[in-house]
């Protein structure tokens, strides 16, 4: 409500009652006080229109600030908006940026991925390849080796290649070696544990044997032996005096006497009946088996050479003089080759074969 209009109201009201007629005097005294009540509702009513004025205008001025307030907000809300899309605009376009980005970054990390599988396949393939390589150097030197030492009778050709092959597998350092690590270590130690003969020490007796072959008399040559001694003893000695010389010829004749008739035992009744030639061939029979003997040493066919020798020995018990020292000396002989052919088996690497073949596979 305008406040100015108010202003005309009111004076248009204070015209209005000054045009009225003057009543005359004569009227009541009720009517006397009229002026004095308008007056103050005049008053009163200005002062309510002053009052409502006032509020209309703080009402509308806090309107006026309202409107403005609401105005900035709404400008700020919508600069705001802007903003605010703006940001969502950049924020999807950032937010594509990065999905690209990680698309990328997921492409080079599965090729990276990809490869680097490849490169541990490679390496796998080539640290096998290289284990493989290894494990068959060994192999072929270990059994080289084995051969060698059956060759020899000695086992420093196996026990070098062993050690050898140890010392490769620690350099390898490879966990799927150690197994055979393990398996060397016990041939090594079971290989130092066993005793073997000295193949050079046999092969001397044996040809030892060969050369006393010749001198070993035979059990039919005891009567022949005896009379070449006593045709010895008939040969007169210097320090002999003629006396004694009778004497000692009355003695082997007295002898001779005695022994016109012999009683003796033949317990193997060929060896009495061999001729001269027989003889002969006898010996050479009997070197020839030492000689097969010594050869199946050397071939190292060990059954052949121990039944050569038995042979030998039986030859020598049942032809020859048990009671000549040479016989005796070539029986003991026999008896001590025959015990070192016992043990002239070489040990076995078998263990380290096998975790050998177990490290080929690839177990």
């Not at 229109?49 to 509020?55: H, I, P, T």
């Not at 060698?148 to 290649?161: I, N």
């Not at 050369?211 to 008939?234: H, I, M, Q, W």
């Not at 010594?294 to 049942?318: M, V």
């Amino acid at each position: 409500m305008n406040p100015e209009s108010n202003v005309e109201s009111s004076a248009s009201t204070a015209a209005a009652s000054a045009t009225e007629p003057v009543t005359p005097v004569a009227a009541s005294a009720p009517q006397k006080t009229t002026p004095a009540v308008a007056r103050s509702l005049v008053l009163t009513l200005g002062a309510v229109a002053l009052l409502a004025l006032l509020l209309s205008v703080l009402l509308w001025q806090r309107l006026s600030a309202t409107q403005e307030q609401l105005a900035r907000q709404s400008a700020d809300s919508g600069a705001h908006a802007v903003e605010a899309r703006t940001m969502a605009r950049q924020a999807q376009d950032q937010t594509r940026e990065l999905a690209a980005r990680l698309a990328v970054m997921e492409a080079r990390l599965s090729e990276v991925a990809l490869q680097r599988t490849q490169l541990e396949e490679l390496m796998q393939s080539l640290s096998r390849s290289r284990d493989e390589n290894l494990v068959v150097d060994i192999e072929s030197s270990i059994r080289l080796a084995q051969q060698q030492a059956q060759l020899t009778g000695s086992v420093e050709p196996l026990l070098a290649a062993l050690k050898t092959a140890e010392q490769r597998v620690t350099r390898a350092a490879q966990p799927r070696l150690t197994p055979l690590q393990r398996a060397i270590a016990r041939d090594v130690a079971r290989i130092k544990a066993t005793t073997v003969s000295d193949t050079p020490a046999l092969l001397v007796k044996m040809d030892e044997l060969v050369r006393l072959a010749d001198e070993l008399p035979l059990a039919n040559a005891v009567a022949a032996a005896s009379a070449t001694g006593k045709v010895a003893a008939l040969k007169p000695r210097r320090e002999d005096s003629v006396a004694s010389w009778w004497q000692r010829s009355l003695q082997l004749v007295v002898d001779e006497l005695r022994s016109l008739v012999r009683v003796s035992r033949v317990e193997q009744p060929e060896a009495a009946l061999l001729s001269p030639d027989q003889s002969f061939f006898l010996r050479e029979n009997f070197k020839l088996k030492l000689l097969n003997a010594r050869l199946g040493l050397l071939s190292r066919q060990l059954e052949s050479a121990r039944a050569d020798l038995g042979s030998a020995a039986a030859t020598l018990n049942k032809y020859f003089d048990a009671s000549s020292r040479k016989t005796q000396a070539a029986a003991s002989l026999l008896q001590q080759m025959q015990g070192q052919m016992k043990t002239l088996e070489l040990p076995r690497v078998d263990e380290t074969l096998a975790a050998l073949a177990t490290a080929a596979a690839g177990r």
